[in-house]
RNA sequence: GCCCGAGUGGCGGAAUGGCAGACGCGACGGAUUCAAAAUCCGUUGUUCGAAAGGGCGUGUGGGUUCAAGUCCCACCUCGGGCACCA
């Protein structure tokens, strides 16, 4: 391992830890990791098994979020969770785990299919292409992944799973009562059995066939729904709700979406919204991305309370019941079903006109809070169900009719938005909670139970008044709750409502009008009814294409209907298939699955990849992801990547993962148990006069200001990118320095989880600290190792304990940027000895190199290599830190007078408290300082500081 | 508007409530060199001072404490998420 192509430039000495050099060496150790299958992590069952390997050994699964194989190759900002992750497996290697790490293509998706439209080449071939670069790039990297795990959600025998748990999705329902999914076999026995009624409670075998497959599929956990959708004209394709953005518009390309009514897969995640939510408090996971998911699920409770009216009860969602005294006017969603019946003859009109114009109005307009408040009244009336006030029913767009019942009661004096249509259309509002005395001091007026002065409504906790009824009363000082307790339990005795949970989470919209995806294992028969394609048939191929384009759209055409490009190939779309009543002829799904479908369940391919029988051996999959002890929730023991996926890939891998535990397929509950969010590497870019992007490797600073070319530029921040000029690639820095220098820089910059600028400038200090470390083991001129069983100053060989102790606890924190300093003070202290004349104590470097190993493990094992090992340095047990050398004899004791540090003070460490004090004041700068002033108190921070308060 | 997260030297960043600025970059000075690069040694928060030494310093203003970058309250700025959600 040790024949390197010498430094070109003859002053140079040969064996200097130059980026030649480095690279010679991180090539050799590539090949070696291979040949040896060095990274094989080994399986207790199943086709990868070697179980005697596995014997003894903890394990740790590790995973990287799934990578998108773009086109433009990998930059700077790509591999830094990549590094993380391998630096972290390799340590936990050494500390004797069985580490599985591997890392796979999420290799369906938009992109490569916008280039194939663009190019008229396959998107397979494109994405092919992408891949092998991507996977150079990373081999250069020296990741320690397990190569024979590495799939494509393209590939053939993975789509094939991922179609089969489509199925398994297909084929199950959701049981409330128990919570989870069953087969959809055992609701049909629940039906013919009588145990569960029909919905028109007929009996299940008065049924027709139809009536029967109606009824069982309106309960699948996926299903048809002809509802409004996403549709994105730019992109050709419906989006699901978590793909729009605030603005309404596509988070791929930024195009606009319209609402519009489609037939589409629709996967029943809502079933799971209680479940999604309850269970986050039982993963390891970064708050803010939990209280993100529990914000999107967005759950509330309440209660539906009905409003009678001529025409029918009116049902309310409200998550304050407790105010119900308080509703004055009730307000429902121009799209609501009771507005036909309920509108008066001399109203009709203003009516349906304003029905029109909120319907004209799209979504986003609507949704825009800094419009006046507009609503018309129907002129009729509802009664409050608590006081039996007949109070009047409005329509206003500001009411939704996808959230709740599309109908509001209005409680103006306790709700913001109620409180600006009352004044706006002078609409009575009654108080139902007293504000206290501060609040009306805030605003500036005399406390009033009339709301007349109030300039706006009051939320929060008060007493309760105007709130009584002959049979209950909330008036007084309670508690909310209590007195939401109290009016729930009385609208349930009376038949006038119950206490409910909604949801803001939709049900997730799974069809995309694209080619590039998994095709639907469904097929329909002659009478459009949907049929699962038998599993013997799986996979179901993509077919050939020529011509990739979906039919041309405007970006702003809301109204034609797509055309899928599978909907083109007759020959595929068109098959006979036996379904258990002979040979028929169907017609395919043409839609295709979105790009989550594979990243829902890829991790758990990594752990069986070449099983041809099952997804996953349910033995293995036990093994790496099985919780690890009684109500764990199981999971992968570590993912890690950027904060973006938080209620995408996070919420559906999880809604997929419980289905399969729900239907026994998987052990575990979650599939991410410990979720860590790594920072973004950013980059500085630079603008000249006009505004144009100029190359940032070629902008000169001078004296805090910049110019490119003699032209002043203005900097600003941000991602690297194409179009700012400002993108570093990995393999200019592996020209430049070597892989391993360049993995120490990017954990060496900060903390993983914080977002940083990118700075090639200071990269070097890095290789300085390499070369360094190198030229202390190595002879620079001749290659021989210098290490010598000498002894070593004890001083040195505390600072080595010390520095193990801080190295270990910090890589397992994840902390690599105060492991790489710890080891460089280290080294820094190791050379002033050697810089003094004295031989490389091989005491201090073994451990040293083993320490360094995880970080830069090219340089780790070609050291370990010279220092005389055979064996390769991966599996070596990282050094133990012996407690004895971890306390030293005499410590240095900060003096603080009145808090600030006046003197030091060396005592042995064994100076009891007092032989302290009187050490301290007996020093000449304390005496000083306290001369003439009362002590009024002396603190003593045992093996700490001292610290006096005078007066 | 609501909810998170973050503000520390010229820069990236360290600091279980206990010596603020570890480590690295940059800058400055020195050694080596014909010279340079590389390497090695040293200085480097700011301010007053010739020096010894002192004052001030972790976004701003208060507070708790013997002691606050760290805890509490209010505010400012930046980044992110959600947004007429009943």
């Known amino acids: 391992m040790s024949a390197h192509e010498p430094p070109t430039s003859p002053s140079i000495p040969k064996f200097r830890y130059s980026a030649a050099l480095a690279s010679g060496i991180e090539a050799q150790w590539q090949d070696y990791w291979q040949q040896h299958r060095t990274f094989e992590a080994p399986n207790p069952a199943g086709p990868l098994a070697e179980p005697q390997k596995v014997a003894g050994r903890p394990k740790l699964f590790v995973v990287d979020m799934f990578p998108y194989p773009s086109g433009a190759g990998l930059h700077v900002g790509h591999p830094l969770g990549y590094i993380g992750t391998d630096v972290y497996s390799r340590y936990k290697r050494m500390k004797g785990f069985n580490v599985l790490h591997a890392l796979g293509y999420d290799s369906f998706g938009l992109p490569a299919e916008q280039h194939a439209i663009a190019t008229g080449v396959h998107p397979r071939t494109n994405t092919d292409a ?5 996977r150079r790039q990373l081999r250069r990297l020296g990741l320690g992944h397990d190569d024979r795990r590495s799939v494509c959600t393209t590939d053939e025998d993975f789509y094939k799973w991922t179609q089969w748990i489509f199925l398994q999705i297909h084929g199950s329902w959701f049981d409330t009562d128990a919570r989870r999914a069953r087969p959809i076999n055992d609701l049909v026995d629940e039906f013919s059995s009588g145990r569960r009624s029909t919905p028109d409670g007929r009996s299940w075998s008065d049924l027709s066939n139809d009536e029967r497959a109606d009824i069982i599929d309106s309960h699948r956990l996926v299903y048809l729904s002809d509802a409004p959708v996403n549709w994105c004209p730019g992109l050709g394709t419906i989006l699901a709700n978590e793909e729009v953005t605030a603005e309404g518009r596509s988070d ?8 519009r009514n489609m037939r589409q897969w629709t996967m029943r995640i809502t079933a799971y919204a209680d479940r999604l939510i309850d269970d986050l408090d039982r ?3 970064p708050e803010p991305i939990k209280l993100m998911q529990r914000n999107w699920i967005g759950r509330s409770e309440g209660a539906r309370v009905r409003f009678a009216t001529q025409v029918g009860d009116i049902e309310v969602f409200t998550t304050r019941p407790d105010t119900l005294f308080g509703a004055t006017f009730m307000v429902l969603s121009p799209e609501h079903p009771l507005v036909e019946s309920l509108t008066t003859t001399e109203q009709r009109t203003l009516v ?4 029109a114009e909120a319907a004209a109005a799209g979504d986003t307009a609507r949704m825009d809070d800094s419009r006046e408040k507009t609503g018309v009244f129907t002129g009729a009336y ?4 608590v006081n039996g006030a007949a109070i009047p029913v409005w329509i206003a767009d500001y009411v939704l009719m996808g959230y709740g019942t599309g109908a509001i009661m209005a409680v103006p004096s306790g709700d913001q938005r109620d409180f600006d249509f009352a004044r ?4 009575s509002i009654v108080a139902t909670q007293m504000p206290p005395d501060s609040w009306f001091e805030q605003h500036g007026i005399e406390p009033s139970v009339s709301c007349a002065m109030w300039p706006e409504a009051f939320v929060g906790e008060g007493t309760y008044v105007n709130s009584a009824n002959n049979e209950v009363t909330l008036d007084g000082p309670r508690s909310m709750a209590d007195a939401k307790s109290i009016i729930n339990t009385w609208l349930a005795e009376h038949n006038l409502g119950e206490p409910t949970v909604t949801y803001k989470l939709r049900d997730w919209l799974f069809s995309r009008q694209r080619y590039w995806g998994e095709p639907f294992p469904i097929v329909y028969d002659d009478d459009g009814r949907a049929h699962a394609v038998p599993l013997s048939e799986l996979p179901v191929l993509l077919p050939e294409l020529d011509d990739f384009r979906p039919q041309a759209l405007d970006p702003d055409d809301a109204v034609t209907e797509p055309i899928p490009p599978l909907a083109r190939v007759e020959h595929w779309r068109t098959v006979t298939l036996d379904l258990g009543d002979g040979p028929r002829s169907y017609r395919r799904e043409v839609n295709v699955m979105p790009q989550w479908a594979g990243s829902c369940w890829y991790e758990v391919r990594y752990l069986d990849p070449t099983n041809t029988t099952s997804f996953v051996d349910s033995e293995v999959e036990k093994y790496w ?6 109500g764990h929730t199981g999971g992968v023991d570590l993912y890690v990547g950027g904060v973006e996926h938080a209620v995408l890939h996070l919420l559906y891998s999880r809604f997929w993962h419980k289905v399969l535990y729900d239907l026994g397929h998987v052990s575990s509950e979650e599939p991410f148990h410990r979720l860590f969010n790594q920072g973004y590497i950013q980059a500085y870019a630079y603008r000249d006069a006009r505004g144009q992007a100029v190359p940032a490797h070629e902008v000169i600073e001078a004296n805090g200001s910049y110019s490119w070319n003699g032209e002043a530029v203005t900097r600003e921040y941000g991602k690297m990118g194409k179009s700012l000029k400002n993108i570093v690639t990995p393999d200019e820095m592996y020209d430049e320095y070597g892989a391993d220098t360049f993995r120490l820089y990017e954990m060496s910059m900060g903390p993983l989880e914080v977002s940083r600028p990118w700075n090639t400038r200071d990269v070097i200090g890095m290789q300085r600290f390499l070369q360094r470390f190198w030229r202390n083991v190595v002879d620079e001129d001749t290659g021989a190792c210098k290490a010598q069983d000498v002894t070593c100053p004890e001083e040195l060989r505390r600072h080595l304990h010390k520095c193990i102790a801080g190295v270990d606890s910090d890589m397992d924190g994840l902390k690599f940027n105060t492991a790489i300093s710890k080891l460089i003070e280290l080294n820094n202290e190791l050379t002033q000895w050697i810089n003094a004349g004295n031989a490389t104590p091989r005491e201090i470097v073994e451990p040293m190199v083993q320490m360094i190993a995880p970080l830069c493990p090219h340089f780790g094992e070609e050291l370990w290599r010279r220092l005389g090992h055979q064996e390769s340095i991966t599996f070596v047990p990282f050094p133990v830190a012996d407690p004895a050398l971890l306390v030293s004899d005499t410590i240095e004791l900060p003096v603080q007078i009145n808090g600030k540090v006046r003197s030091r003070l060396v005592v042995s460490a064994s100076t009891g408290e007092q032989e302290v004090i009187d050490a301290v004041m007996a020093d000449e700068k304390v005496r000083t300082a306290t001369n003439g002033k009362q002590i009024v108190k002396t603190i003593v ?11």
Do not use: C, E, H
């Open 252 to 259: 791929i390309g930024n195009y606009p979406v319209f609402k």
């Open 382 to 385: 509802a009664t409050n169900p």
């Open 130 to 134: 992408n891949i092998s670069n991507m």
């Open 352 to 355: 349906n006109q304003y029905r």
């Open 283 to 285: 993963l390891d996971w």
């Open 941 to 951: 921070v045992p093996g700490r500081m001292v610290n006096i308060v005078i007066k």
């Open 424 to 427: 706006r259309f002078d609409l």
């Open 625 to 630: 992801m099985g919780p690890s002890a009684p």
